[in-house]
């Protein structure tokens, strides 16, 4: 079970940091990633993060601007995001895969509920 938190209202220009903790004792086994839906779009990557930490993946649209990171031993990954903007604004879901999804062109195989980021111009 993935448990995402975190979001909130912000002014553009501001920063957010989304948590989202997992149950479980295989917590280090798994790929950890975001997605995030705006209204009326398709649900879309935002960032991904090996097993051990050591490497991360992000769309242009964020790279430079959201970091994400991981604590295995608090079986917590880590969203933080600075310099929003109005385009942001979407519920932004946590996700875990055993594989690195996004190296094959698939998506995680377990979600955990969403958490609402609105981005105030």
């Known amino acids: 079970q993935l448990q995402a938190s975190g979001g909130g209202l912000v002014q553009a220009g501001g920063s957010l940091r989304l948590s989202c903790e997992a149950s479980?004792?295989?917590?280090?086994?798994?790929?950890m990633g975001w997605f995030r839906q705006a209204p009326g779009k398709e649900r879309e990557f935002v960032a991904a993060?090996?097993?051990?930490?050591?490497?991360?993946d992000f769309p242009d649209s964020v790279e430079g601007r959201f970091t994400i990171s991981r604590s295995n031993a608090n079986n917590t990954v880590y969203l933080q995001m600075n310099s929003l903007k109005p385009e942001d604004t979407a519920v932004y879901y946590c996700a875990a895969d055993p594989l690195a999804w996004y190296n094959i062109g698939s998506y995680p195989s377990y979600w955990g509920q969403g958490t609402q980021v609105t981005v105030s111009s």
């Open positions: 479980g004792r295989t917590f280090r086994s798994y790929v």
């Open positions: 993060i090996t097993r051990s930490g050591g490497s991360t």
